[in-house]
């Protein structure tokens, strides 16, 4: 069974300050895809990054970047420099892809980032 | 183009009553996930839906069913509604089965007393 761990419940960092998100998954498929999504206070998820199991690249986006680690299952998200923007739950997230289960979500438990001006 | 459309924002029940939830996904986008996302229990997936089809659903009760109307909307029915039941249903979409990412819609909080 798939199984992703976010452990930081909830980071509070004040502006500017850089903050990583930790996420380890389990999954016993060769083929795996891996997301971040941001949740706002709205509600809506927000699609952040997707990677494949055979991309091991790391990947930065402005502020964020992603460090993905096959050796530690792990997929962690960096935002640099802090805005107040970015209070969010941050949601690590699994998918085996639509031949295993039809690309259903399998998510960490979220973290709760609060960036303080 | 429109996103992912949810109805209603809020839905407030008493224990025992159905609820509907309604869904409507982007334009060409055939697959539609739900999923409940309950205090203190995290997202979790609920049924998959795509061209028409119940295609796989989560560890839930058979109370909880939906179906895919041929314009890929999608309703999530939700029977003898329980205290727990409590939570923000979240619909998603994505063109096809090609594991790209998927699109949320703002949800639908159902309360239930």
């Known amino acids: 069974a798939q199984k992703v761990t976010q452990a930081q419940t909830e980071i509070s960092v004040v502006e500017k300050e850089d903050v990583t998100l930790d996420c380890v998954y389990e999954t016993r498929d060769t083929t795996y895809y891996l997301f971040w999504y941001k949740q706002p206070p709205s509600g809506e998820l927000v699609f952040l990054i997707r990677r494949n199991s055979f991309d091991e690249q790391n990947e930065i986006s402005g502020r964020y970047s992603w460090n993905f680690q096959k050796s530690t299952s792990s997929f962690n998200f960096t935002i640099t420099a802090s805005q107040v923007v970015d209070s969010a739950v941050y949601f690590c997230?699994?998918?085996?892809?639509?031949?295993?289960?039809?690309?259903?979500?399998?998510f960490g438990g979220g973290t709760r980032v609060l960036v303080k001006p | 183009e429109a996103g992912v459309t949810q109805s209603p924002t809020h839905l407030i029940k008493t224990r025992g009553q159905q609820a509907t939830l309604r869904c409507s996904p982007i334009s060409g986008h055939t697959s539609v996930y739900w999923y409940q996302q309950a205090l203190g229990l995290g997202l979790q997936f609920l049924l998959w839906y795509d061209e028409g089809e119940e295609r796989n659903r989560g560890n839930f009760p058979p109370r909880f069913s939906g179906r895919q109307f041929p314009n890929y909307s999608s309703e999530l029915n939700v029977n003898a509604l329980e205290l727990e039941d409590s939570a923000l249903y979240l619909c998603a979409a994505m063109p096809g089965l090609s594991p790209n990412e998927q699109f949320f819609g703002p949800g639908t909080r159902l309360t239930v007393l």
């Open positions: 997230a699994l998918s085996e892809g639509w031949k295993a289960a039809g690309n259903k979500l399998t």
